[in-house]
């Protein structure tokens, strides 16, 4: 295997580009930053100093991952989406001078292996959006995601639990549910007050 970087692409002398990894034009890999195996940084993207992405991961067009995020393999951000990094943006301080990267704390957002973030949606910092979780399209996420949670709306709500294939599970009844794709079982569970699913195998 190799890497392809485009050549507007500017990706720092400092990054790491993981083997079969292709960053596309006009895209910008800022120092420090690691990529793994096989990702795809799409035109326009932004990956943030020292922003960390796990193996396979697909970071559609004009997405912004501003540092410290944090994705495991398998990571899908959709075209536009921006993961934030700051929870009271301000560009000027209280007596009126401009900020600089001392005046504040980066704080990133984590996200789980196989999750995806639709196009344009946004992750305030820093929330972490568990694994197999499904962000929609325009959604804004507040709150942390659970794993296999189809998550919509602004502020983000749980509205459905999806499978390892992404598609809404199908309730069988009694907290049971089943993958139309895969036919995998899933089994619903309160854990501290909080709704989680977890895979049939897990739970046995």
């Not at 190799?2 to 800022?30: F, K």
């Amino acid at each position: 295997m190799s890497i392809r970087v485009a050549d507007s692409a500017d990706v720092d002398a400092t990054a790491t580009i993981g083997d079969g990894s292709s960053v596309w034009h006009l895209a910008q890999v800022r120092d420090q930053a690691k990529l793994g195996l096989n990702c795809i940084i799409g035109r326009g993207a932004y990956i943030g100093s020292g922003a960390i992405l796990g193996d396979n991961c697909k970071v559609q067009n004009y997405a912004l991952v501003y540092e410290p995020a944090v994705l495991g393999d398998g990571v899908f951000i959709g075209p536009a989406a921006v993961l934030t990094n700051d929870e009271y943006p301000r560009s000027v301080n209280p007596d009126g001078t401009l900020k600089s990267g001392a005046d504040w704390h980066a704080v990133g957002v984590t996200i789980g292996d196989g999750a995806s973030i639709g196009a344009r949606a946004v992750c305030i910092a820093p929330v972490k959006i568990g694994s197999w979780a499904l962000v929609a399209a325009g959604a804004v996420v507040t709150k942390d995601v659970p794993d296999f949670a189809l998550v919509a709306g602004v502020p983000a709500k749980r509205i459905r639990w999806v499978g390892r294939a992404g598609v809404p599970l199908e309730s069988l009844g009694q907290g049971l549910f089943q993958c139309p794709v895969t036919g995998d079982k899933y089994v619903e569970t309160t854990i501290n007050n909080q709704e989680k699913l977890v895979e049939e195998s897990d739970h046995s």
